[in-house]
C-alpha cells in the first residue's frame, strides 16, 4: 500500500535529525531549514506519528534540480518507501522543467538505477578525524589570516569578492546557486577563503558545521595548485574531524588531502535523469558542497 507523503514542516526536524544520526550522515537542523526554506522536504509517517522517511528537493539551476536526504528509518526499508519518495522528487521538478540530479551512495545508487537515473562524475569523501596543515610544493606555511601558498595569496572571504566567486561557480556548477552560497558563507566565517593571483580571484573554498565533522566546500579553482592552497588555509582555521568531498579526478588534490592527514570514507556518483549532461565543468569543480547540495 502506498504510504502518503507529506510536506516536511519546521517542526518534523527533530524527527528528521533522528535519521540523519541513525543513517551516521552528517546534516544538522540549519540544513533541514535550508531545504524547507529554498527547496522543499518531504516526509513518511509511521503509525504512531514518528517520521519514518525523508527526502528533499533544492532547486539549483534554472535546468535542473537536486534530489537528496533520501533516508529511510532501518525498521522500514525494502518497502519501497525510497522508490515513493523519489517518485514525488522527480514529479515536483519535472513539473518545474527541472532535470533531476543527486549524488548518490552506493544503497541509494541501486535504488535511482531501476528509476533511469545514469552515472556521472565519481566523488570520493575524505574525512580526517583531525587534519594537518601539511606542506604544499613551492609552498610558505604561513599560519595566520593570509598566507602565501605557492603562486597564490590566500585570505579569508570578504564581501567584495561575491560577483568573482559567483562567476567562478556558476560554470563549476552548471548554474548560479548566489542564495546557497550566502548560506554555506554564513556557516564558514572562521575559514571560507578566496585565493589571489595577479590581482585575480582563482579560487575559493566554503563549508559549513556539521553533526559530526565540519564539512569543507565547494572548492572551486582554476587549478588543482590552487585547491591546495585553499585547502591549507582553511585547515589552519578548522579543529576537529573535517569531510571533503572531492572530484575523484583530481588526483594532485587527492595527494594533498592524504598528506594532511585524510583518508577515503566512501565514494558517491552524481547522478540524473534525462537532461543534456551539462552539469557544470569538473576541470574547476575540485570539490562539492556536499552530495546532499551538489
Ligand atoms: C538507500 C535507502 C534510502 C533505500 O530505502 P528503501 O525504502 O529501503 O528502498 P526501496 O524499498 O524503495 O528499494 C527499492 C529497490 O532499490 C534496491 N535497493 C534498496 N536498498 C538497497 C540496498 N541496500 N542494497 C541493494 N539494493 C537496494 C532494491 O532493488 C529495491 O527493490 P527490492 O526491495 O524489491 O529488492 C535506505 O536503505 C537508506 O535510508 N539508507 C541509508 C541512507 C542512504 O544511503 N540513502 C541514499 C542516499 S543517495
Redesign the pocket.
Known amino acids: 500500500m502506498a504510504h502518503p507523503i507529506a510536506p516536511l514542516l519546521r517542526a518534523d526536524i527533530p524527527g528528521a535529525e533522528r535519521l540523519v544520526a541513525q543513517?551516521g550522515?552528517n546534516q544538522v537542523a540549519a540544513d533541514w531549514e535550508l531545504f524547507i526554506e529554498l527547496g522543499a522536504g518531504f516526509k513518511v509517517v509511521g503509525d504512531d506519528g514518528t517520521v519514518i522517511?525523508t527526502a528533499a528537493i533544492l532547486p539549483s539551476s534554472a535546468s535542473f534540480g537536486w534530489i537528496s536526504m533520501?533516508?529511510?528509518d532501518t525498521a522500514?526499508?525494502?518497502?519501497?518507501?525510497?522508490?515513493?519518495l523519489l517518485q514525488a522528487c522527480i514529479e515536483k521538478l519535472q513539473a518545474q522543467q527541472r532535470v533531476p540530479a543527486?549524488?548518490?551512495?552506493p544503497?541509494?545508487?541501486?535504488?535511482y538505477r531501476?528509476l533511469g537515473f545514469r552515472d556521472g562524475w565519481a566523488i570520493t569523501r575524505w574525512r580526517a578525524a583531525r587534519a594537518l596543515v601539511a606542506p604544499q610544493e613551492g609552498a610558505h606555511a604561513v599560519k595566520g589570516a593570509h598566507a602565501q601558498n605557492g603562486a597564490y595569496e590566500v585570505r579569508p572571504l570578504r564581501d567584495e569578492d561575491w560577483p568573482a566567486v559567483r562567476a567562478l561557480d556558476a560554470p563549476a556548477f552548471g548554474g548560479d546557486r548566489g542564495t546557497l552560497l550566502a548560506r554555506l558563507a554564513s556557516r564558514s566565517r572562521e575559514f571560507a577563503c578566496v585565493a589571489v593571483s595577479r590581482g585575480r580571484v582563482e579560487g575559493f573554498l566554503l563549508g559549513r558545521d556539521g553533526r559530526s565533522a565540519t564539512q569543507l566546500g565547494p572548492i572551486v579553482a582554476t587549478n588543482e595548485d590552487c585547491a591546495c592552497a585553499l585547502l591549507a588555509h582553511a585547515l589552519t582555521h578548522v579543529e576537529g574531524p573535517v569531510l571533503v568531498d572531492a572530484l575523484a579526478r583530481h588526483e594532485a588534490f587527492a595527494r594533498q588531502l592524504t598528506a594532511a592527514g585524510f583518508a577515503v570514507e566512501r565514494g558517491y556518483t552524481r547522478m540524473a535523469l534525462g537532461g543534456e549532461g551539462d552539469f557544470g565543468d569538473d576541470n574547476v569543480l575540485i570539490a562539492i558542497a556536499g552530495?546532499e547540495l551538489g
Request: aromatic fraction near 4%; avoid cysteine; charged fraction near 25%.
Open positions: 543513517a550522515w522517511a533520501v533516508l529511510v522500514h526499508r525494502r518497502r519501497g518507501l525510497a522508490t515513493q543527486l549524488d548518490a551512495t544503497a541509494g545508487r541501486e535504488v531501476p552530495p
